[in-house]
């Protein structure tokens, strides 16, 4: 399993919701987002469009688009544009763009000038913003957006789904609009809204024909220039509650529906990737399964609000689900295209709610026989899942906690609630079957700007406390806004044992994506491990290796260099002077980053191994087991790959098949890198228990390698065969029983102390995915993980080696 995809949290892609809008009572700006609501508008939307400025019969000069703003507050427009599609757009058309600036009044309006015409005697009041758009004066489509780049719908579908469009009125014949649209458009008629903004998300119902009236930022226009009203009530709550948008379930029962002034205090702000910031109820309804936070979206806009800030908030009530919904996780409630009015500030913050080693249900998640959970009650005092879910939003706090996945690139550290949950001696918390993904696991990222650095077995010692949020990786965590200290551990790297001079040692290496352009220190770091840490084992099989130039996809396939300057790097650590043997894959044929055409490698000492070449073996030819003899048995080729055409390797790593002598011995070598988890649903998602749809393939995967190993040992029983490498699964998976079937292979991981079996932290959970197996004629073996890279924090590899001694 290579290095993992970002988080989510860290953004959402180009479609994200963005805008600025207003909070306070003041007049002060705040930056938040926004989308329509089909209900009436509580701020920015568009309030009249004319094209005919200018045209046969027009009085006024220009065209123009009006926008209008039904809330207490400006609404800031920086960033922002207006822009114009034709109404019967080609595949060619372009959107035109009208970069806007200043605000719209709290309940004022904002003209934009467009181009001029030759007709027509009045000019348009001053405008606010002007541009030199020529719109049809009987159809076109017009729309408010926060970004000043065109946009690139030309369908409605399309442009729905744009996040970046506030609002859209298409009029005449429009293809581009909302609902239908709007009719009585013409040279001496504008379409415009009512005066309270209505959105019904419908133009033929918002909008209407009548005789063009435009009005500027300064109340000016074609009739009285009254001045811009101010508000003159305080705001009051709304009807709804957090509490009651929430639910008793994982989707809110107000989803899709627009909410007023709904109260809370602000608890927690994230500034960066994802923006936005979370309130929560004050006065709770004593309903455990009902949260009384939320997450306020705010796009791409930095939120001014601040932590202790009393807030209502309006907006729409959304489930976004972090990765996309296919991906199978559970969604977020959230509200978005947030106004919000600051009632007071420096309030205090609602008490945190402490889990500790009682509190999470040692139950993780309900059952549903793979289909979805979203349709069920929450269980708080049941599971994990649902105890999180209850307290989505919510203040959290955690006394301290040791640490069981080491702080990763992206500042998150896991910690566990419950620290006598299948414990490592080295201080993690293992797994060991899929019905116990252990379920006081929780990962804690850092809102205050400070960032831990811990390993597996470190304390996070004091008072950790934030909202709990929801992501695609790693699924419920806390959002610090107090972040405890780390407290170390002493964990050390492990140093495996020198093999005697008549043992052979075999060892198992991810290195991860190396290549040429990876950091000489990533080379030297790596060629330690093997020296010091491992032993410097007389055959290394490596999983990784990139070709001479990495992620760049030009058609190189040679790995020559990548494998050299690691070699190099061995033996400037003391090591030995390493040759070594693989197969070049067919060009982007077998998977991993892309353009990087990973492969597995042999490495060995020839002053201890004798590597038996055998001609004819290529990235397209399978190696075959011979007779060899009336007992004995011998590679077709060597190196060889096993069936390398077989569907069962599409779009991954070939298995190199290598044939060695070890004082006069014979070894057979089979180097394995399977598919990775990619695709599979999340075990913290929304279908329980989650589908593992990658299965199937390890599944073909483990068949093609048990085939092949039980040829070998069908022509002499007595073959020492070891198979070895990143299989991407668990001892107790299908993959691995289907490996060993038939006794032909034996994993050692198994030979290990349960709490031991590991070599690999994956949110959290220390997990076999790496794995060395031998042949019935290995019976005397010394075996050993050796923990060098997944429980630190500063690792050069995510995977930890292995090796195996043998005589």
Known sequence: MSSRIPPALRGRGAKALLVALPVGLTGSLIALP???????????????????????????????????????????LSGWSVQYLPGSPSATSKWQVTPLAGAIPAGGTYLVQEAKGSAGDTPLPSPDAAGTISMSATTGSVALVHSTTALTC????????????????????AVVREGTPATGAGNTTSVSRNATYTDTDDNSVDLTGSAPNPSNSTGGG??????????????????????????????????GKSVADVPGVVTGV??????GYWIQDPEPDGNAATSEGIFVYTGSATPLVKIGDSVLVSGKVSEYYPGGKSSGTQSVTELTGPTAVTLSSGDALPDAQVIDSATLPDAYAP?????????????PGTYALDWLEAHEGMRVQIGDSRVVGATNTYGETWITTKPDQNPTPRGGTIVNGYDNPNSGRLLVTSLTGDQLEANVGDTLSGTTAGPVDYADFGGYNIQATTLGTVEQGGLKPDVAKKGKSNELSVATYNVENLDPTDP????????????????????????????????????TVAADKTVTQFIDAIKAAGGPAYDWRAIDPVNDSDGGEPGGNIRNVFLFNPERVTFVDRPGGGSTTSVEAVADGKKGVRLSVSPGRIDPTSDAWTSSRKPLVGEFRFRGKQVFVVGNHFNSKGGDQPVHGAFQPPTLSSETQRLAQAKEVNTFVSGVLAKDRKAQVVVLGDLNDYQFSKPLATLTAGGVLKDLINTLPVNERYSYVYDGNSQTLDHILVSPAIKKFQYQVVHINAEFSDQTSDHDPQVVRFK
Do not use: M, W
């Open 34 to 76: 926004f989308t329509a609501q089909a209900a009436p508008s509580s701020d920015a939307a568009i309030s009249e469009v004319y094209g005919g400025g200018g045209n046969s019969g027009a009085s006024y000069t220009n065209d123009f688009i009006e926008l209008g703003n039904g809330a207490t507050a400006p609404f800031d």
């Open 154 to 173: 030309l369908t409605a579908a399309d442009c729905a789904a744009d996040g970046t469009i506030k609002d859209l009125v298409g009029f005449g014949t």
């Open 222 to 255: 074609a009739g009285d220039p009254s001045p811009t009203p101010t508000p003159s009530t305080t705001p009051v709550p709304g009807d709804l509650r957090i509490h009651d948008i929430q639910g008793t379930g994982r989707i809110s029962p107000q989803n």
């Open 270 to 275: 994230r500034s960066t990737g994802s923006k």
């Open 367 to 379: 059952q549903a026989q793979g289909a979805s959970i979203e349709s069920l009650e929450l269980n």
């Open 520 to 555: 000489q220190s990533k080379f030297d770091r790596l060629a330690e491990g093997v020296v010091t840490n491992l032993a410097a084992p007389d055959i290394v099989s490596l999983e990784e290796i990139q070709d001479n130039n990495g992620p760049k996809d030009d058609g």
